[in-house]
């Protein structure tokens, strides 16, 4: 097993220096990414989980009308999101990551000013910036720059969170407990101010040259079978991939789309709802539940990496192979009593949870080619961002339905994701199995 591990990991190794042994410039285009993933993304996400318990406090709310500021959130993602995948189709990426960046900051300042239902609810619309919108522009970045390494590009990509994880939770229950719930998220503005902007101005590079995409390739000469087709490196084999309008005309498109509602409905319902579940539920701290959350973003590193590379082995059954997991580590939450059982929760949910978060580039690039990929993301993340908008608030009234348990709604849950795996698994990577059949055949 060891061995398999060392072969897996020289493998990687040798696909970021790429066959010429030179560094692409597209992996400066990841590293940037970190900053935007950490600064915005989750940093909004993390915090809001740990101020959940003392807001409904504070304010005096109801389980559900708590987590609803996610729901507002994910409703302007939604909106935000359908529209950028075509802005950055005409316009490039770094504009969507500077208006990302300008409305999650003073989201984060608004804070300050929240006293009451309906503000808390508001405080949730420019922080709608920072979810679906941000991280269609950063996947979109990298799947412009990677074709042949594509999922390991998003694997490193979206180990970003994993990082921050590691390091952040403690630190944000600490800025929670020291300066209350609504003064924290403002001090975490000056980061987006002075990190995010000048990283994006100085290091961020919308699209390759010819030059790069033959490197990309890991040849050092332009080779004219390889070459930018909307900003995407392609190579000219054939077809490749259908127009925008055949695309929608396709019922694996649409049930595809169901799937990505299912996810963010699954990924969210749980994720908005577990860290009231544990410290008002279960009577454990909030310290512990950060510290185990770090633990979780440890393991979570390598999975990303892992999920990235078996995306690129197994496309789409890979992907349902990730699904069968969350449904798993969403059961487990039945079973936990102590720390020790939260530990094996949090770990498993953390290996589980690296695959989500890069699913979506490789979904669509696979099933339906490198043509208007800005505007399927963009579609996939506007349903996806209906399924965050709709998870959180259901899973929160089910609770109370229920009689203040949430084990009903984890159960409704797993099934969910069950299905989606179940689906994700029938459904054929048609772009995909058409490379794989031109490079295999003769010339």
Known sequence: ???????????????IKGPDGKMYY???????????????????????????????????????????????????????????GFLIDRCGVKPILYICATMTGLGFIFFHFVDGKWMWWLAGIPLGFSSIPLLLATKTLVARWFNRRLGLALGLAA???????????????WLIETFGWNNALPLMSLPILFVVFPVVYYVVKDSPTQEEVSREFGSEAA?????????????????????????LRKP?????CGVQFAIGFVDQGFTQNVTL????????TLTRVAFTVSLSFVLGFSSKIF????FDRYSLKGISVCYVMIAFYISLAFGIQGMVTLIIFQLARGFAHGGVLMEEPVVAKHTFGPNNLGKILGIFSSITALGLMTGPITIGWLYGQAGGTYYPAFLMLVCIMLACAAAMFLIKPEYRLQQLAAKDSPA
């Open 252 to 256: 694996v498109f649409w049930l595809l």
């Open 307 to 310: 999920f990235g590379w078996f």
């Open 223 to 247: 080779n004219p079978r390889r070459f930018v087709k909307g900003r995407l490196i392609e190579e000219t084999q054939g077809d490749t991939g259908s127009s925008f309008s055949n695309i």
């Open 26 to 84: 597209g992996w400066w285009n990841v590293a940037a990414v970190f900053p935007c993933v950490i600064f915005i993304f989750f940093t909004t996400n993390m915090m809001l989980q740990l101020m959940y318990p003392a807001v409904e406090n504070a304010l005096n709310l109801s389980r559900a009308e708590v987590v609803s500021i996610y729901s507002f959130k994910s409703a302007t993602a939604a909106i935000v999101a359908f529209g950028a």
């Open 1 to 15: 097993m060891s061995n398999r591990f060392a072969r897996v990991f020289r493998e990687i190794q040798s696909e």
């Open 277 to 284: 579940f544990l410290v008002e539920d279960l009577g454990i």
């Open 159 to 173: 180990s970003a969170t994993s990082i921050s994880g590691m390091i952040f939770p403690v630190f944000f229950a």
